[in-house]
């Protein structure tokens, strides 16, 4: 292993030096480019030319940051690292920090209880092309003291071996990526200020080994008391936030948590393996809750073509998670399998209103109970359509207000069943769906209970999740008022008004439908497991 140096500590205390002293001020676009090499740089040399590399950032001299300065790393070097950064660039000279040459890519690190990067007040910077790893400490945290923050990109960071421990209790989210063993941090809950981060863009990342992913906040009111009262909620969103093809792997906690944003994307992820701390004690008490991809106090924003499994938090481990007043949000074309549950929403207050769930397929996510809202305060105006939901846990359709569950495929496994409510008064419409190895909820009398003819066999792989041409489920769907989505689960266009998250013609696949004889025994198996199961829950 090469010789580890300190040459970015000695950049950012330099350059946060120059900050205050007003050297950044009114700086013109630069384009000085720094060169550090760890393995043949010489801090005699000027650093301002590949040939000319210094070794540490104390060997440069003369600094002129601003916008369009680049600071780029050998790659095949490690440099150690615990940095404050307070900067500006432009959006088309932003201050670059990356990497350059043959060989692995540049790793920076700490190996203390600190921050890899801090960037505060920053804004146009951009992280590109490096591996980060803190094993005791955490990879960046942006926050906002004296202005909103603007333009910051990470793009192909590698975030690895950071902690990644058992714990009793859910991280610290108020100070920084090493407190919430995170590898991107932004802000905190509670915020420090009322100013937001906007336009935060973050591609092509890896992270493995790490307790969470990326944990983003905004402001939730003027006392920064997020648990508080209705009357007193005044969010300072941040906005423009896009987390795009971005991989998080063998995680104790949490990938990505959408926090206070408006209009935030997150599309084209994975998280597998997420949330491995099963977050209970010796004697199976839940101590603390975790999910994979989340939206807390967020609006009109969404999560979409994502793969999500593999999660074993006990008291969360879902896949769809509207949390503490997010209205108008949407998960869509989510790939949820093997996790503890599909969906658990939690309103408060007043409750959350205009969600939707559509077009995704859920496999396997039987740990526990799926439900459309927990708790009175409910989900109002929710969507959830279209949907193909296989060999789940018990599945509760209640404390919905004034919303739309239809064209869904329920399948529970074995010994699950369906919860529901039945108070007329809520103006909900549940319709046309499809249910099998269970009893029809009473409020769904025009829905089927029939096999729904998949193309395939067995719960591995997607695509056996077509329907067959001679399904019954083909074309007997409702249309839904205001979906605007072209394409189904699959990708393929959406040809055929269907039950499921498949919305084509049908493919050339047999379909075995049942006879009477096997009909009348399902349904009496089915009806006696429902009565064990209601005599579980009065007992219980």
């Known amino acids: ?222 006392s920064q008391t997020p648990w508080c009262e209705e009357e007193d909620i005044d969010p300072i969103f941040n906005t423009g936030l896009l987390i795009k093809g971005c991989y998080f792997h063998e995680m104790d906690a949490e990938a990505v948590v959408v926090g206070m944003c408006d209009g935030a994307l997150v599309t084209h992820c994975r998280a597998i393996n997420c949330c491995q701390g099963e977050g209970v004690d010796e004697n199976g008490e839940i101590e603390y809750f975790t999910a994979a991809m989340w939206f807390w106090g967020s609006v009109n924003s969404t999560i979409q073509y994502c793969e999500i499994a593999g999660q074993k938090n006990f008291g969360d481990g879902m896949a769809v998670d509207f ?91 074995e010994g699950a069943t369906i919860a529901y409510d039945l108070d007329p008064t809520r103006g909900n419409t549940v319709t046309n769906n499809c249910y099998y190895e269970v009893m029809t909820p009473l409020i769904d009398f025009g829905s089927f209970n029939t096999r729904p003819g998949f193309a395939g066999e067995g719960f591995e792989g997607f695509e056996q999740y077509f329907l067959s041409d001679k399904s019954p489920l083909i074309g007997a769907g409702i249309e839904i008022e205001g979906d605007d989505c072209t394409t189904d689960f699959f990708g393929n266009e959406i040809t055929s008004t269907n039950i499921g998250c498949y919305g084509g013609e049908g493919v050339d696949a047999p379909y075995e439908k049942e006879t009477f004889i096997e009909k009348l025994i399902r349904t009496i198996l089915d009806i006696i497991e429902t009565i064990k199961h209601e005599i579980y829950v009065i007992f219980d």
């Open 1 to 222: 292993m090469k010789k580890i140096t300190r040459a970015l500590s000695f950049l950012l205390v330099f350059a946060v030096l120059a900050c205050t002293t007003g050297l950044f001020a009114g700086a013109t676009d630069s384009k000085n480019y720094y060169y550090i090499d760890a393995i043949d740089g010489n801090d005699n040399n000027s650093g301002t030319d590949i040939n000319n590399a210094v070794k540490s950032i104390a060997g440069l001299k003369d600094l002129n940051v601003g916008p369009g300065t680049h600071f780029l790393f050998r790659n095949g070097g490690e440099y150690e690292c615990a940095v404050t950064l307070t900067c500006e660039g432009t959006k088309d000279n932003p201050v670059v920090i990356s990497s350059y040459g043959e060989g692995e890519t540049a790793v920076l690190k700490t190996d203390e209880r600190k921050d890899v990067f801090q960037l505060f007040d920053c804004s146009y910077v951009t992280i590109s092309n490096l591996n980060i790893t803190a094993p005791n400490g955490g990879g960046i945290w942006i926050d906002t003291y004296n202005k909103t923050s603007v333009g910051i990109t990470i793009d192909n960071v590698y975030f690895y071996d950071m902690q990644n421990y058992k714990v009793h209790s859910r991280d610290d989210f108020q100070n920084g990526a090493s407190s919430a063993r995170a590898a991107i941090m932004v802000k905190g809950l509670p915020a420090k200020s009322r100013y937001a981060v906007n336009d935060l863009t973050i591609t092509n990342c890896e992270v493995y080994n790490c307790a969470n992913g990326f944990i983003i906040w905004g402001s939730w009111n003027d």
């Open 323 to 413: 949390d503490s007043f997010s209205h108008n949000c949407t998960y869509q074309y989510i790939y949820s399998h093997d996790n503890m549950r599909f969906m658990c929403n939690c309103p408060n207050h007043s409750g959350q209103h205009g969600n939707t769930v559509r077009y995704c397929l859920s496999v396997n996510d039987n740990g526990g109970r799926s439900t459309t809202a927990s708790g009175k305060a409910g989900e109002h105006g929710f969507s959830f359509y279209n949907n193909t939901i296989i060999n789940c846990g018990e599945f509760q359709i209640v404390n919905l207000y004034d919303s739309l569950f239809a064209n869904n495929i329920i399948i529970p496994t």
